[in-house]
């Protein structure tokens, strides 16, 4: 097996194992809504075997950026729909990831009110709000009620992604927002069923799990998880037997798959406790996607020594919208401009050549 193998997620058939990483790129300009643009974007990468969305908000509260899209409103579905059609013509496959950022907000965001959070921990450094550069806030901890609130929101975002026409949805519980804020001790200090040990910090996550198997089936339904990651002030005491717990409880749920973001070179350079994916390989006996500064070398050299299933490409698919082609041909690779990449209009966007 390699890059180019047929790959079985749920019921559908992936023609390859190249999958294109969820990305945030800001161009949902007018209330949050995907539109033409993003659906010529998209479907220029139809030939990965599968497309992973940029996240994408499950509730007002769970927006953190400028001109990022939803998928609570009866407008944000129409928008999606235009994607998930243009990447159905191309012959693709297309999974929406469903998100909420918790702290990672602001007021200015959200009307006056605070971020919310499993605990009032604070973000170091500031953010980039409307109202430009402004220090992260300390958030409110949420209440057991809203907590049970937010997972029927995930839920209801999954059934409305499939109105939307999409082939599955990808939790977003990675990168320091509101799953991972729970999952991890640096960010999760509650004394009640949703603090202190492993299994109860990871009871939100299995809440949403399992809300969203309910409401679009797990066949449709993955993961994305970052155990060494440190984006946004992440830390974890004890990460190799948290996310070893979590693999090994996932594999309760039959899941389209589970999506890991190895550790990144600074992950390391923060001092991350890094999990090696090995060890989560051992534990997860389901499908296995792995993102991280792969190339196809790597990429080829981690499926063959069974280490994944599938590889996920983020900025390479930027400016490569034709990656797996590429790949294939060993064809030169063009160079993303990051000046470009949370930008509101088609260049560095949908104006990147093939070959």
Known sequence: MNLFSELTLGKNILKNRIIMAPMTRCRAVENNCANDLMATYYAQRASAGLIITEATQISPLGVGYRYTPGIYSVAQIEGWKKVTTAVHEKGGLIYLQLWHVGRVSHSSFLEGKLPVAPSAVRIDGKHYTPEGMQPFETPRALEVEEIKEIVKEYAQGAANAIEAGFDG??????????????????????????????????????????????????????????????????????????????????????????????????????????????????????????????????????IENNLADGIAYGTLYIANPDLPKRFENDAPLATADPHTFYTQDEKGYTDYETI
Request: charge should be negative; proline fraction near 1%; charged fraction near 30%.
């Open 169 to 302: 949805v990808e939790i977003h519980g990675a990168n320091g927002y509101l799953i991972d804020q729970f999952i991890k001790d640096g960010t999760n200090k509650r004394t009640d069923e949703y603090g202190g040990s492993i299994e109860n910090r990871s009871r939100f996550l299995f809440e949403v799990v399992s809300a969203i198997c309910d409401a679009i089936g797990c066949e449709k339904t993955a993961l994305r998880l970052s155990p060494s990651g440190t984006f946004n002030s992440m830390t974890d005491t004890n990460p190799d037997e948290d996310f070893k717990y979590i693999c090994k409880k996932l594999n309760d749920n039959d899941l389209a798959y589970l999506h890991i973001i190895d550790a990144l070179e600074e992950d390391i350079e923060h001092g991350a406790n890094v999990v090696k994916l090995q060890v989560l390989r051992n534990a997860y006996k389901g499908v296995l996607i792995t993102n991280g500064e792969y190339d196809k070398a790597k990429g080829n050299e981690a």
